[in-house]
């Protein structure tokens, strides 16, 4: 399909000019004007880039982009980076907080349906987007169950602190970076956290607030929503993808 087509429907999908970010989303790096093999991965690294040449994809779809914060200029490692999507005339796509929000194909509503939660509400706004998920089972369940349940659905997590009940009723549920959100979650209700990487000061803080909390890896959890994504693009426009996986143990 056309390159601009794919495009104009990502953003449409993912209402990607409507979420405030870190950076700009979307198109980031212009590439052919066809796409006929997609390639997803969580970095736009090196070695998801190599992965994305060997498929011989005409686009690169990730979740982490290359621009973050202040304006960078093209020189040294960042710079031959950006020149090797130019070299290869392949498009970069780059959905960040609006795939960690989308209600059905974002890393949080997959951790959801994996872990066989049912969404009750949102949490954790970030500049008037609610970016997390609140949950409760869809059957009753205990914190052990669910860290199994996790374990043979993704992987082993990162790390586990089992502070909270035995029995896990409400859950707030953010993939990455969102251990900064148990106060919130507590307040809101919620025995149970789960998200991606660890903090050190949430240790403790899961402690004093009686709560348990799930760190299945920053990366991990994250490489729900672009694979959902290409899933979805496949269904519509019979568009073949590969994901690409470059795991990091965080």
């Not at 205990?142 to 035995?166: C, D, K, R, S, W």
């Amino acid at each position: 399909m056309q390159t601009s087509e794919l495009i104009d429907y990502l953003d449409h999908l993912l209402n990607i000019s409507a979420i405030p970010d870190y950076g700009p989303q979307g198109l980031q790096v212009e590439g052919r004007a066809e796409v006929r093999k997609l390639a997803v991965g969580v970095d736009a690294a090196h070695a998801t880039i190599d992965g994305a040449l060997a498929a011989g994809a005409d686009m690169l779809l990730v979740h982490h982009g290359l621009f973050w914060g202040e304006t960078k200029r093209l020189v040294g490692a960042f710079g031959r980076k950006v020149r090797r999507f130019f070299a290869a005339d392949l498009n970069l796509y780059a959905a960040h907080l609006a795939l960690d929000a989308h209600p059905v194909l974002g890393n949080n509503a997959e951790l959801c349906r994996l872990l066989e939660l049912q969404a009750t509400g949102r949490y954790l706004n970030h500049k008037g987007v609610d970016i997390g998920i609140l949950a409760e089972p869809a059957a009753p369940t205990t914190f052990a169950a669910l860290v199994e349940t996790f374990t043979a659905v993704l992987q082993p997590p990162v790390a586990v602190t089992a502070f909270g009940p035995t029995a896990v009723r409400r859950l707030a549920v953010c993939s990455g970076d969102a251990a900064r959100s148990l106060e919130e979650a507590h307040a809101l209700g919620c025995d149970t956290l789960v998200t991606g990487e660890t903090d050190y000061t949430a240790v403790h803080l899961s402690e004093e607030l009686g709560m348990n909390v799930l760190y299945g890896g920053h990366y991990a959890t994250e490489t729900l929503g672009v694979q959902a994504l290409a899933r979805h693009l496949q269904d519509q426009f019979a568009l073949p993808w590969v994901f690409v996986d470059v795991p990091i143990n965080q």
